[in-house]
Nanobody, 124 residues
Framework: QVQLVESGGGLVQAGGSLRLSCAAS????????MGWFRQAPGKEREFVAA????????YYADSVKGRFTISRDNAKNTMYLQMNSLKPDDTAVYYC?????????????????WGQGTQVTVSS
């Protein structure tokens, strides 16, 4: 079992930046690929970014590529999402997730553990 806790959300103006964190506990962190997803009101939860267990491979949704950076510090059992050049369309609840393999994936159905989410609101 893995427990995940997100932090770092908030209100920011368009063009601004935020860094989300996801602290993991329970098992060996490097055994898990991790991902960020988001869900806006009235929409399905969508993929944002994913990272392999050792941090060597990353994937991004086209909508955030070049603006967001996913990373992890395995010594601290923590994953991050650096979000720059934020847009109002980025407004959503952001969730971190872990899956029982070191290989990252873009489908939310393949993730086994989820955090409670953190709200990101970008004002225009």
């Amino acid at each position: 079992q893995v427990q995940l806790v997100e932090s770092g959300g908030g209100l920011v103006q368009a063009g601004g930046s935020l860094r989300l964190s996801c602290a993991a506990s329970g098992r060996t962190f490097t055994n898990y690929a991790m991902g960020w997803f988001r869900q806006a009101p009235g929409k399905e939860r969508e993929f944002v970014a994913a990272i392999s267990g050792n941090g060597g491979s990353t994937y991004y949704a086209d909508s955030v590529k070049g603006r967001f950076t996913i990373s992890r510090d395995n010594a601290k059992n923590t994953m991050y999402l650096q979000m720059n050049s934020l847009k109002p369309d980025d407004t959503a609840v952001y969730y971190c997730a872990a899956r029982n393999t070191v290989l990252p994936a873009t489908s939310r159905r393949t993730y086994d553990y989820w955090g409670q989410g953190t709200q990101v609101t970008v004002s225009s």
